[in-house]
């Protein structure tokens, strides 16, 4: 069973930009497609972003459209987001996803909470006004 790990998450100001990273150890997740999901206090998991395992595809919320950015390092065994812009809205604690298979299509994404096996511990996120 792989272990997920979040780094990167603070306090930052509105405006400003952090950058998650999200490293995988116990094996490859090199043809997994991965996620970012969100959850707010007394909201539910919402869909962040997602990668394909070969990293060409990637989709965004609409609400991080623009302004989130997904990517991975399939040497490095680790999955990035990069946010921009941060707004009071985006504060959550922030959790990275692998997907339940191994045998998905090279440009397939996931958006949906049931389609990922392995959550990360989560990284708090808090952007003040």
């Known amino acids: 069973q792989e272990q997920l790990v979040e780094s990167g998450g603070g306090l930052v100001q509105a405006g400003g930009s952090l950058r998650l990273s999200c490293a995988a150890s116990g094996r490859t997740l090199r043809r997994y497609p991965m996620g970012w999901f969100r959850q707010a206090p007394g909201k539910g998991r919402d869909f962040v972003a997602a990668?394909?395992?070969?990293?060409?595809?990637?989709v965004h919320a609409d609400s991080v459209k623009g302004r989130f950015i997904i990517s991975r390092d399939s040497g490095k065994n680790t999955v990035y987001l990069q946010m921009n812009s941060l707004k009071p809205d985006d504060t959550a604690v922030y959790y990275c996803?692998?997907?339940?298979?191994?045998?998905?299509?090279?440009?397939?994404?996931?958006?949906?909470?049931?389609?990922?096996?392995?959550w990360g511990q989560g990284t708090q996120v808090t952007v003040s006004s």
């Open positions: 990668i394909s395992w070969a990293g060409g595809t990637t």
């Open positions: 996803a692998a997907a339940d298979s191994g045998s998905y299509a090279y440009s397939a994404v996931l958006t949906a909470v049931a389609d990922y096996r392995s």
